[in-house]
T-cell receptor, first 112, second 111 residues
Framework: QKEVEQNSGPLSVPEGAIASLNCTYS??????FFWYRQYSGKSPELIMS????GDKEDGRFTAQLNKASQYVSLLIRDSQPSDSATYLC????????????FGGGTRVLVKP | KAGVTQTPRYLIKTRGQQVTLSCSPI?????VSWYQQTPGQGLQFLFE???????NKGNFPGRFSGRQFSNSRSEMNVSTLELGDSALYLC??????????FGSGTRLTVV
């Protein structure tokens, strides 16, 4: 079992719709959770971080964390073609250091 | 504010050679991490340095090594290159474990 799992997609959504991305993790000691966006040929870009159970909103993005279920999700509202990218879930499990464990990423395609 | 700077952007090396990649973190960031990204394995953690000390290490062979200088700049070295080392090598810097900023990466091709 992979430590951080994501559906590879592609997740195809029409422009203006909500894209829902899911991520599960295996280490119950995980403390910090991040969503990165990576365009083809580019490096990952941090879009959200979340540390506590519940929702965190930033613009069109909402991250949701449920530590009991070991589940973190990302919602993209009013999806735009420019949101087409691979979204990477990353988990920081250790209390010491900054090691991130990444999921394989979900490719999102927003169709006009 | 300058971002994370990685040099060189592209490298082509021959099997058996060694290579050194460089990373300059965001000013004030003391934590520098290195990752390898390949289509098959995704993003995998190599190691992390903080204040010139290696704080974490991933599951890579000893051919992969790194160091950090007093100005927080970091280098990673791969010796005896293998074809499977072809990848995008990414450096990320962090101020306080919240928000890891990646550089543009070095794309290494081993032929």
């Amino acid at each position: 079992q992979k430590e951080v799992e994501q559906n590879s997609g592609p997740l195809s959504v029409p422009e203006g719709a909500i894209a829902s991305l899911n991520c599960t993790y295996s280490d119950r000691g995980s403390q910090s959770f991040f969503w990165y966006r990576q365009y083809s040929g580019k490096s990952p870009e941090l879009i959200m971080s979340i540390y506590s159970n519940g929702d965190k909103e930033d613009g069109r993005f909402t991250a949701q964390l449920n530590k009991a279920s070991q589940y973190v999700s990302l919602l993209i509202r009013d999806s735009q073609p420019s949101d087409s990218a691979t979204y990477l879930c990353a988990v920081k499990a250790s209390a010491a250091g900054n090691k991130l464990t990444f999921g394989g990423g979900t490719r999102v395609l927003v169709k006009p | 504010k300058a971002g994370v700077t990685q040099t060189p952007r592209y490298l082509i090396k021959t099997r058996g050679q060694q290579v050194t990649l460089s990373c300059s973190p965001i000013s004030g960031h003391r934590s520098v991490s290195w990752y390898q990204q390949t289509p098959g394995q995704g993003l995998q953690f190599l190691f992390e340095y903080f204040s010139e000390t290696q704080r974490n290490k991933g599951n890579f062979p000893g051919r992969f090594s790194g160091r950090q200088f007093s100005n927080s700049r970091s280098e990673m070295n791969v010796s005896t290159l293998e074809l499977g080392d072809s990848a995008l090598y990414l450096c990320a810097s962090s101020l306080d474990a919240d928000g890891y900023t990646f550089g543009s990466g070095t794309r290494l091709t081993v032929v």
